[in-house]
């Protein structure tokens, strides 16, 4: 067995305050993406809305020796809880919590995606500053900040203030361009022409990323029923040749109900971190008391609201299931997740780490 422990010096600042006296190996993304950068392997980034997941995830790569992610969104955990009811603070804990009972000894990172900017207003700025400092101070070790939703000058800019704190510390760092939206919907599929634009536009101002999200046709959240899976791994491709001198390699966004032999090819294309959320929803949901999933989704009907806007409301009694509630959930989220960190080929992932950082 690998000697983990040697990574303990890839914890950053920030998780070395919180995690005093812990070995719990919280680490830095950035050596982590360094190094598998020309590797075909994924790290599965798991976005956690419902909390009872965390331990079959944690089973899966402990058993498979695979680095893996935890993520929330700004919209799914900002200082306000966002729709799940965590802030940052929240979830760090909860993870911890989870893997200290389980004396869990690989490591693992814990990412802010999405840290959204979806114009150029001060008062949208101030809200994702305020944001990544929040998660600075509860321990996230990774960040994604997205300014995709504007014009590429407007999104090197913002992306390079809003980087600068991440930086200081050394931090992980993942940025947008090409907002991630169905092609149906009214995506538009990211060229590589504008990736080295932006990477080339960041790197003029000093800034470093480890990861490129795109749109290459995937969709966040569920397809709907007889909807078909476009990602464009060619265009992928492409973008990852043209970024490679920069040391950058592509987040896959949009991988709920991408079929498994797809997904098995995702790594050939540069792709190095893919990121799994409404899944694990729909894993919890599956498994939750039938009385209380009914109440939430009438309460979703009655709002017109996605279900997934009822995490929330419902937090305290999600919270509080019944031991054998969580038991289920969990035992589905270790199926599923060994499926897709072997998909991802990320099998011996956490002791090729210790090979070449140890």
Not at 22 to 39: E, G, H, T
Not at 219 to 229: D, I, M
């Amino acid at each position: 067995m690998a000697d983990y422990q040697k990574l303990i010096k890839l914890r950053p600042p920030n998780v070395e305050k919180k995690l005093d006296g812990s070995k719990l190996l919280l680490i830095n993304s950035r050596p982590v993406f360094q190094a598998f950068l020309d590797l075909p392997v994924i790290v599965m980034a798991c976005n956690v809305r419902i909390r009872h997941v965390i331990p079959g995830i944690l089973r899966a790569a402990k058993e498979l020796d695979a680095v893996v992610a935890f993520e929330l969104a700004k919209s799914e955990g900002n200082i306000d809880g966002g729709y799940t009811g965590q802030t940052p603070e929240i979830y760090v804990q909860t993870i911890l919590e989870y893997a200290e009972a389980m004396n869990y000894p690989l490591p693992f990172i814990i990412h802010g995606d999405h840290i959204t900017v979806k114009n150029t207003s001060e008062e949208e700025i101030e809200s994702s500053r305020k944001l990544i400092q929040a998660e600075i101070e509860a321990g996230y070790s990774s960040y994604a900040i997205d300014a995709s939703y504007n014009e590429i000058p407007d999104n090197i800019r913002i992306t390079t203030e809003l980087a600068k704190p991440i930086l200081e510390l050394g931090l992980g760092l993942e940025v947008e361009v090409g907002e991630i939206k169905a092609l149906k919907e009214g995506g538009e599929l990211t060229t590589v022409e504008e990736a080295l634009t932006y990477i080339q536009g960041l790197r003029d101002n000093g800034v470093k990323p480890n990861l490129l999200a795109i749109n290459n046709g995937s969709k966040h959240g569920n397809y709907a029923p007889g909807e078909e899976v476009h990602i464009d791994l060619e265009r992928t491709g492409e973008i990852f040749k043209a970024i490679r001198p920069f040391e950058v390699a592509i987040a896959q966004h949009g991988i709920t109900g991408t079929p498994l032999h797809l997904i098995g090819q995702f790594a050939d294309y540069g792709i190095r971190k893919g990121n799994v959320g409404t899944q694990w929803q729909n894993i919890a949901h599956k498994g939750l008391p039938q009385d209380l999933f009914a109440q939430m989704k009438k309460w979703a009907e009655d709002n017109k609201k996605d279900i997934k806007f009822a995490t929330k409301v419902f937090k305290k009694e999600i919270d509080s299931i019944p031991e054998e509630n969580k038991k289920k959930i969990e035992d589905m989220a270790y199926k599923e997740a060994k499926a897709l960190i072997e998909a991802f080929r990320a099998n011996g992932t956490a002791s090729k780490l210790v090979e070449l950082l140890g």
